[in-house]
């Protein structure tokens, strides 16, 4: 069985941390890009960052650029997302997401094969 199961998120005040986890089973993460995207309550699904299968380069939206950081353990068949400097827009359910995507389509949802069932982080004093 296919499964990308994520974990991590929670609620913390402004200026705090988490690390998000999306841990695969039933298919190899190592062959494939990932991407972290996020959804706030009334918004549309937006890309927040990437890593490529191939060489490992990475790309991050401007909103997070800084404060966030993408990684794999491809031999616990995990990906990260490190979120640190949260602030309230950073509210939003976190997905992750895997497909064979190139760097220059990174951020479009569509083209991602496999999803986490998401995870609500929520940023608030």
């Known amino acids: 069985q296919l499964q990308f199961v994520e974990s991590g998120g929670g609620l913390v005040q402004p200026g705090g941390s988490l690390r998000l986890s999306c841990a695969a089973s039933?298919?190899?993460?190592?062959?494939?890009?990932i991407a972290w995207f996020r959804q706030a309550p009334g918004k549309e699904r937006e890309g927040v960052s990437y890593i490529s299968s191939s060489d490992g380069s990475t790309y991050y939206a401007d909103s997070v650029k800084g404060r966030f950081t993408i990684s794999r353990d491809n031999a616990k068949n995990t990906v990260f997302l490190q979120m640190n400097s949260l602030k309230p827009e950073d509210t939003a359910v976190y997905y992750c997401a895997a497909g064979f995507v190139g760097t220059g389509k990174a951020m479009f949802p569509g083209l991602y094969e496999y999803w986490g069932q998401g995870t609500q982080v929520t940023v608030s004093s």
């Open positions: 039933g298919f190899i993460l190592d062959y494939y890009s």
